[in-house]
């Protein structure tokens, strides 16, 4: 027998609550609890864009007595969302919809090409590009000698006109075409594309660490806020290092989505 699924509009939406519109409810037959579920469905509002950024959800307390719910677990289901940096709580104003975050596969593929894949209006301002001696960890991972002349590429990826990655690469100084107008108007992978480069295989390693007073202001985040960190080595079709780069995510905007398989 299916279960039910109770959809409360038991009190009208207060006008200008973009909630009124969604069809929300809960499955009190399921052993999930009716917080989770509810942050689930108002996550995927969020995800699906029904929810827009800068939007205000409604009044907790007129949200838990629409849907027949308590409001503690109206409360949790929005602290759920607060806690992945898809909502914020602004006093004086109310809770507000944020950027949902970019979930990208663990993949050698381009930040670029996903977020245009993804619709979120990427662009680029590119920071640095100029050559300059290897520093030892570049030199290291591109296969030359510590101080020969290298790229080194600076830039600020944005999504949707807001800061998302700040990236920093360095390339072998032979590779051609890389001009700050392509670097801006387009994808680095698609540029080494474009110079001949076949890529066919990268090691990562992610991490997290905070971000300096620096690294906050460029990236929009305060001072110790909670940043991933990617640093990549990516090979072409000869097994030659052709990018070494070391890059620096959100936390609250950004996040790997990993497939697991059992070992045989």
Known sequence: MALRRDYAHRVPSPEGDPTASLRLGVDRNSPVPLYFQLSRQLESAIAQGSLTPGSLLGNEIDLAARLGLSRPTVRQAIQALVDKGLLVRRRGVGTQVVQSQVRRPL?????YEDLHTAGRGPA?????????PASPEAAAALGVAPGEEVRRVERLRL?????LAYLCNHLPARLPGLDDAGLREGSLYA????AGVTLHSARQRIGARSATRTEGALLGESARAPLLTMERTAFDDTGRPVEFGAHLFRASR?????QLLVRP
């Open 107 to 111: 993949e050698l593929s381009s930040l």
């Open 124 to 132: 680029t301002r590119v920071l640095s590009n100029a050559l300059v």
């Open 159 to 163: 999504a949707d006109g807001e800061p």
């Open 191 to 194: 540029l080494l594309r474009g």
């Open 254 to 258: 950004y996040s790997f989505d990993f």
